[in-house]
């Protein structure tokens, strides 16, 4: 299974839209299913691939910093849905823990994709 690094950093920036419209609507994220960090492509390719690449520093950083984006959103799901809409608004904005993990996964992707095109 290879990762396509572009699509896997569009999809973990898109959290942050979903999470703001469902703030916005009103509409419910289920937090516990967003916790695990091995339901998404992301999260299934990391699985796939920790046998081989397990040793890997950049992996090893990826892993670790795709586990705390999936529990630290869904924190932020769980805790946005008992306050107002601008307090709730206001979790997702830089220097929240949210934005923090967000940035940190999507670092972690691309210090993995630059090692890969190291190696080729």
Same mark, same amino acid.
């Given at each position: ?5 572009? &699509? ?16 916005? !609507?009103? !509409? !419910? ?25 397990? #040793? ?14 999936? $529990?630290?959103? &869904?924190?932020?799901?769980? &805790? #946005?849905?008992? $306050?107002?809409?601008?307090?709730? $608004? ?5 220097? !929240? ?5 967000? #940035? ?7 210090? $993995?994709?630059?090692?890969? &095109?190291?190696?080729?």
């Amino acid at each position: 299974m290879q990762l396509d690094f572009d &699509a896997m950093i569009t999809a973990h920036r898109k959290w942050k839209d979903r999470i703001r419209e469902s703030i916005v !609507t009103g !509409t !419910t994220i289920d937090w516990q299913t967003v916790a695990p960090d091995d339901r998404c492509d992301l999260g299934k390719w990391i699985r796939a691939h920790q046998a081989v690449l397990g #040793a890997n520093p950049e992996f090893q950083f990826l892993m670790e910093q795709h586990r705390r984006f999936h $529990l630290v959103a &869904a924190d932020t799901i769980k &805790a #946005a849905a008992g $306050l107002p809409q601008d307090k709730a $608004l206001a979790m997702l904005e830089i220097g !929240t823990p949210y934005n923090t993990a967000s #940035a940190a996964c999507v670092s972690a992707i691309v210090a $993995l994709r630059r090692k890969v &095109a190291a190696e080729v």
